[in-house]
């Protein structure tokens, strides 16, 4: 006589029928997807790959010639490049990551890095990878800021000290740009802090998220440096890695038989990419190569050679890591690590 019975049973069937259609062909759906997604990177290198493909030419044809002990030292120097910058991005916040992951992080951020212009493939990885390991979106906003300032200042002590320190280096004011071009630049750097400054004032619902990333930025770097295990890596790891590289300029340099000194040779490539970092381009390529040529010419290194150098620190930086670096990005974002 009840209806219960009835209503009983029916119930839980009709959800399990409704709840099977939802979740089966999803999973299939999202496999594939995910796959494609993990291609993409590989795909975006056998593009710039075809496009520069003169470049990876004579670069290979100019190494086949060089002492292959000296490149060996400039891979090294490469892949030290990475553990540095892992130290800079743990450095640069308070929560615990891991070591491992983060070292992969940073492998794919330098492949990320050479295809997109100031350094935003980088820091779009590296913050995809902090959210994933939890960290909040205006903390890993913050520990960005924090990287790139870091890495701008630490730059200058390097600099001073090898002008200090080598008499046969170039004078300074040598390889600063002159006239109309050290007009803009000054301009450029002055500007740009200004216009971040107005954007907040001037547009209102900027307001509010500016002064959270403000206030989240000066609250973790007073935290951080009250603990060594964060500003030691930070700052340590900030002047090792232009330093990184400018060693693999000059192990190139050494295998290639240019005529100048170690120091010499690591000097201009720090000079070369403080004058031309401000230029965004994909990995500092283009400014800091042509600005790099001119500083070894400047020397008196032979044009060839200096051309030969810039083209073999290239390779050895972006075109030998790029394909590892993209098979480890697409191995993170298929483990959902990114």
């Known amino acids: 006589m009840s209806?219960?019975?009835?209503?009983?049973?029916?119930?839980?069937?009709?959800?399990?029928?409704?709840?099977?259609p939802r979740t089966s062909p999803a999973a299939p759906e999202r496999r594939p997807l995910g796959r494609a997604l993990s291609l993409c990177p590989l795909l975006l290198l056998g593009i710039w790959a075809a496009i520069d493909w003169h470049a990876v030419r004579d670069g290979t044809a100019r190494l086949a010639t060089a002492d292959p002990w000296w490149l060996l030292a400039g891979l090294v120097f490469t892949g030290l490049g990475w553990v540095a910058a892992a130290c800079v991005r743990q450095g640069a916040i308070p929560d615990r990551l891991p070591k491992g992951l983060l070292l992969a992080s940073q492998v794919a951020a330098g492949a990320a890095n050479h295809l997109l212009p100031a350094s935003i493939g980088a820091h779009a990885v590296t913050v995809r990878f902090l959210q994933r390991q939890g960290v909040p979106l205006p903390r890993a906003t913050a520990s960005i800021a924090l990287y790139s300032l870091v890495r701008a200042l630490a730059k200058t002590p390097l600099l001073l000290v090898f002008v200090l320190a080598t008499p046969a280096a170039m004078p300074p004011a040598e390889i600063l740009p002159e006239g109309r071009t050290l007009l803009l630049a000054v301009a450029g750097l002055l500007l740009v802090p200004a216009a971040a400054a107005l954007l907040p004032a001037l547009i209102r619902p900027l307001r509010r998220p500016a002064l959270n990333f403000v206030r989240t930025a000066l609250t973790d770097a007073r935290h951080l440096h009250t603990r060594p295990s964060r500003f030691l890596p930070l700052w340590c790891g900030a002047a090792a890695a232009p330093l990184l590289q400018a060693c693999v300029v000059a192990s190139?340099?050494?295998?290639?038989?240019?005529?100048?000194?170690?120091?010499?040779?690591?000097f201009a490539f720090l000079a070369a990419s403080t004058a031309a970092g401000a230029v965004p381009a994909p990995g500092g390529m283009g400014p800091i190569d042509a600005a790099l040529i001119l500083t070894l010419a400047g020397y008196g290194a032979p044009l060839s050679l200096a051309t030969a150098t810039v083209i073999g620190y290239r390779v050895l930086t972006v075109w030998l890591p790029l394909l590892p670096g993209m098979l480890v990005l697409s191995a993170l974002v298929q483990r959902k690590v990114l």
């Open 3 to 20: 209806l219960l019975p009835l209503d009983g049973p029916a119930a839980p069937h009709a959800h399990a029928d409704d709840r099977h």
């Open 252 to 266: 190139v340099g050494m295998a290639l038989g240019v005529p100048l000194s170690w120091p010499q040779l690591v």
